[in-house]
């Protein structure tokens, strides 16, 4: 489902360049190449050490050989965010684009891809659901954990997280808006989305915080709200400063 997600960045890369503050910001079907080559390495590396170090630090020290072992599976979509940041900032450089510019740009052709990868690890029953209801009419068993009615878990996130977050953030980035507020938009849907989510998937690890238990991702998506409102708060202090702003 990989090249799924990157034939997808290319096709939505390809309807952006064709609104007219993009175009007019000077981006090029050249400059999507350069940005999709600069993704993957930051999404394969950043994917994988967030495995590492956010989900399962005390197993990949045990065995470190298997952090390089990427066909095993394994990659966390924080950490390929993270990663894919640090892509675009080295690219931003020797563009001559601003990093949030960039982020702006990509920020509406992530969900889909994310969506992408999800029905993925549902195709490969990975990521199962918490346990569901009988009941429940689409409550499915993952016959390689065990004989239980669980939520559907990848699906949900690939509708909710993926699907949902894009028709949102694509009808909001479809007109001029202030610098950073598009990668603030995204930011702030996916943590919420996610954060819901994370309700009906088997956690990888748990944590209590003042007497509440989240999840892991749970965890890491509320800075990644946090994150996100920050970045709308200072977009929308200076609403003359709107994507196509010369740079």
Known sequence: MYLVAFAQFLLLGRLRLKQIQVRDAGWTKKDLDDMLFYGVLGVVIGGRLG?????RPEYFFLHPVEILELWTGGM????GFIGVAVAMMFWARKR????MEVLDFIAPLVPLG?????????????????IADPSLPWAMIWPNVDMLPRHPSPIYQA????VLVFI????????P??????SGMF??????ARFFTEYFRTPEFEVHIVGVTLSGSQMYSIPMVLLGIVLLSFAYQDRNSLQNAPH
Do not use: H, K, Q, T
Not at 96 to 99: A, D, P, Y
Not at 114 to 130: C, D, K, P, V
Not at 177 to 182: I, W, Y
Not at 187 to 192: F, Q, R
């Open 114 to 130: 994310y969506a992408a990868g999800r029905i993925g690890n549902f195709i490969n029953g990975e990521l199962w659901g918490r």
């Open 96 to 99: 001559g684009f601003r990093l």
């Open 187 to 192: 930011a702030l849907l996916y943590g919420s």
């Open 76 to 79: 966390s979509f924080y950490g």
């Open 177 to 182: 808006r202030p610098l950073m507020a598009v």
């Open 168 to 175: 949102i953030l694509w009808r909001y980035s479809s007109r």
């Open 159 to 162: 509708l909710l997280d993926g």
């Open 51 to 55: 495995e590492v170090v956010l989900y």
